[in-house]
């Protein structure tokens, strides 16, 4: 058996509200499946529908290969761990991690055993005493992550785990979380609104949008192919261009003509083109005419981000206005807003979406 969740025909409505609609989704055995989406898209109704927090509208949930619809959380192999920990704060770390394992009347040895390498998967075997209270958010994240472990799911379900990190621990925690799940032989469902995290994290990404499933596919998949403009927006920063395709195979800009041959079902018509800022060429003008194929802008706005320098330019169409995304050489500056630049495209990079 390869799969670890089936989701069949699942939709969830409250009252007149659909928050899911017919989703079916496949969850690999061992994978760490993230789904993304903006607020209010069904990201955690779908993950307590897994979990058994709530029950689905219509739909068929398996797990492990068994009918689960109406198996209530706790008969579930499954574990949550949630965005604000839901620790006890009147019991210490140890006592925390062993709880579920003391419901479940395990003998003491073996809830000594369990709990010690819960908390050494997630490097907090000398934090055993400690009260909630004394830990830092990264470290309530690590005892939460050990309680939900320790019971051994086949699936562990995170709902926004990192969401109350700040930005460098949350880093450092994705990384953590990427260990102990080579660690452990457990499937990971992740929500998140984040894209980066999905990035980072995931084997597949499911990106939801009003209630369904917009895409899936892995993180490289979904930001140089994404089939719809939703997902171009949500999945990376891009430049979104109107145009018109041609069936002969010619992509026509504001600013150019291309060609380049659009995935199978896009149409000769209107377009919107999906440009991502890092294949966009920049260079200063220098002379009065432009190289072949370029085309002149006029830089509006430079960030010096470190690693990368963000520009705005205003290109042909006078109100155009296209990001690229340059890597800085050493000691270099980046370009004062004015420069006058010429710009060049790569088409082959280019996703073509219906308008
Ligand atoms: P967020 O990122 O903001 O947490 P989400 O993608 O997880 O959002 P859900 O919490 O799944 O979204 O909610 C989906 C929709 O269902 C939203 O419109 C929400 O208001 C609605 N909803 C969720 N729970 C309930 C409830 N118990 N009663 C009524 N409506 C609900």
Same mark, same amino acid.
């Given at each position: 058996?390869?799969?670890?969740?089936?989701?069949?025909?699942?939709?969830?409505?409250?009252?007149?509200?659909? &928050?899911?609609?017919?989703?079916?989704?496949?969850?690999?055995?061992?994978?760490?499946?993230?789904?993304?989406?903006?607020?209010?898209?069904?990201?955690?109704?779908?993950?307590?529908?897994?979990?058994?927090?709530?029950?689905?509208?219509?739909?068929?949930?398996?797990?492990?290969?068994?009918?689960?619809?109406?198996?209530?959380?706790?008969?579930?192999?499954?574990?949550?761990?949630?965005?604000?920990?839901?620790?006890?704060?009147?019991?210490?770390?140890?006592?925390?991690?062993?709880?579920?394992?003391?419901?479940?009347?395990?003998?003491?040895?073996?809830?000594?055993?369990?709990?010690?390498? &819960?908390?050494?998967?997630?490097?907090?075997?000398?934090?055993?005493?400690?009260?909630?209270?004394? *830990?830092?958010?990264?470290?309530?994240?690590?005892? &939460? !992550?050990?309680?939900?472990?320790?019971?051994? $799911?086949?699936?562990?379900?995170?709902?926004?785990? !990192?969401?109350? *990190?700040?930005?460098?621990?949350?880093?450092?925690?994705?990384?953590?979380?990427?260990?102990?799940?080579?660690?452990?032989?457990?499937?990971?469902?992740?929500?998140?609104?984040?894209?980066?995290?999905?990035?980072?994290?995931?084997?597949?990404?499911?990106?939801?949008?009003?209630?369904?499933?917009?895409? @899936?596919?892995?993180?490289?998949?979904?930001?140089?192919? $994404?089939?719809?403009?939703?997902?171009?927006?949500?999945?990376?920063?891009?430049?979104?261009?109107?145009g018109t395709y041609g069936?002969?195979?010619v992509v026509e800009l504001p600013?150019g003509r291309y060609?380049?041959?659009?995935?199978? +079902?896009?149409?000769? +018509?209107?377009v919107?083109v999906?440009?991502?800022?890092?294949?966009?060429?920049?260079?200063?003008?220098?002379?009065?005419?432009?190289?072949?194929?370029?085309?002149?802008?006029?830089?509006?706005?430079?960030?010096? @981000?470190?690693?990368?320098?963000?520009?705005?330019?205003?290109?042909?169409?006078?109100?155009?206005?296209?990001?690229?995304?340059?890597?800085?050489?050493?000691?270099?500056?980046? !370009?004062?807003?004015?420069?006058?630049?010429?710009?060049?495209?790569?088409?082959?990079?280019?996703?073509?979406? $219906?308008?």
């Amino acid at each position: 058996m390869t799969n670890s969740i089936e989701l069949t025909g699942i939709s969830k409505s409250y009252g007149n509200l659909t &928050a899911l609609g017919k989703v079916d989704l496949t969850v690999k055995r061992n994978e760490i499946l993230t789904l993304l989406g903006p607020s209010g898209c069904g990201k955690t109704t779908l993950m307590r529908i897994i979990a058994g927090f709530e029950e689905p509208t219509t739909g068929k949930v398996m797990i492990d290969g068994k009918d689960s619809t109406a198996l209530a959380p706790e008969h579930r192999p499954v574990n949550m761990v949630f965005q604000k920990y839901a620790l006890f704060p009147h019991l210490d770390v140890f006592d925390n991690v062993a709880f579920g394992l003391r419901l479940k009347k395990k003998p003491k040895d073996e809830i000594k055993r369990e709990v010690n390498k &819960a908390l050494e998967l997630v490097q907090l075997e000398s934090f055993k005493s400690r009260w909630i209270s004394e *830990l830092s958010g990264g470290q309530a994240q690590r005892v &939460a !992550l050990a309680r939900a472990l320790v019971n051994r $799911p086949a699936v562990l379900l995170l709902d926004e785990p !990192l969401a109350a *990190l700040d930005l460098k621990i949350r880093h450092h925690m994705l990384n953590e979380i990427k260990r102990i799940h080579e660690e452990t032989s457990t499937t990971f469902v992740y929500v998140t609104h984040d894209q980066d995290e999905a990035m980072i994290l995931s084997d597949r990404v499911v990106l939801l949008n009003k209630g369904g499933i917009e895409q @899936i596919g892995g993180p490289q998949e979904m930001y140089w192919s $994404p089939r719809t403009l939703f997902a171009a927006k949500f999945f990376g920063d891009t430049n979104i261009v109107n145009g018109t395709y041609g069936v002969s195979g010619v992509v026509e800009l504001p600013f150019g003509r291309y060609a380049h041959t659009a995935k199978s +079902g896009v149409g000769a +018509g209107p377009v919107n083109v999906s440009i991502r800022p890092e294949t966009i060429g920049l260079e200063p003008a220098l002379g009065a005419t432009l190289a072949d194929g370029a085309f002149a802008g006029k830089v509006k706005d430079t960030s010096f @981000i470190g690693n990368r320098v963000i520009y705005r330019v205003e290109v042909a169409g006078g109100t155009l206005d296209l990001k690229c995304q340059q890597l800085p050489t050493p000691g270099s500056h980046a !370009l004062p807003p004015g420069t006058n630049v010429a710009l060049t495209c790569k088409p082959e990079s280019f996703v073509v979406i $219906p308008a």
